[in-house]
């Protein structure tokens, strides 16, 4: 089980901070990746940390804003959301694959959150 938390409403220019803890499974066996769907829109890659040295990969749209970590010990991973825009606002969403291969497609995923929302202001 995946649960997400720290969502929120930010004014424009503000910073949040997601987690994403596991229960039932351990996070070091686990590509973990973060995902956003805003309202009609399909969902989008955010953010993907591997299992093994935790290397980063960004969508182009958060390169620079976004950054990923993970604590092992804790079962959690997390997303520092800063210099947040409107065009933020989405449902955020972890998810879990096995294996190592970092894959930017959500059928990729088999295990899912259900989500936190993200609201910026203008």
């Known amino acids: 089980q995946l649960v997400e938390s720290g969502g929120g409403l930010v004014q424009a220019g503000g910073s949040l901070r997601l987690s994403c803890a596991a229960s039932?499974?351990?996070?070091?066996?686990?590509?973990i990746t973060w995902f956003r769907q805003a309202p009609g829109k399909e969902r989008e890659f955010v953010a993907s940390?591997?299992?093994?040295?935790?290397?980063?990969y960004y969508g182009d749209s958060v390169k620079g804003r976004f950054t990923m970590s993970r604590d092992n010990a804790k079962n959690t991973v997390y997303l520092q959301m800063n210099d947040l825009k409107p065009d933020d606002t989405a449902i955020y969403y972890c998810?879990?694959?096995?294996?190592?291969?970092?894959?930017?497609?959500?059928?990729?995923?088999?295990?899912w959150g259900q989500g936190t929302q993200v609201t910026v202001s203008s």
């Open positions: 998810a879990a694959k096995g294996g190592t291969l970092v894959l930017r497609s959500p059928g990729s995923y088999v295990y």
């Open positions: 039932g499974r351990t996070f070091d066996a686990y590509v």
């Open positions: 940390i591997t299992r093994d040295i935790g290397t980063t």
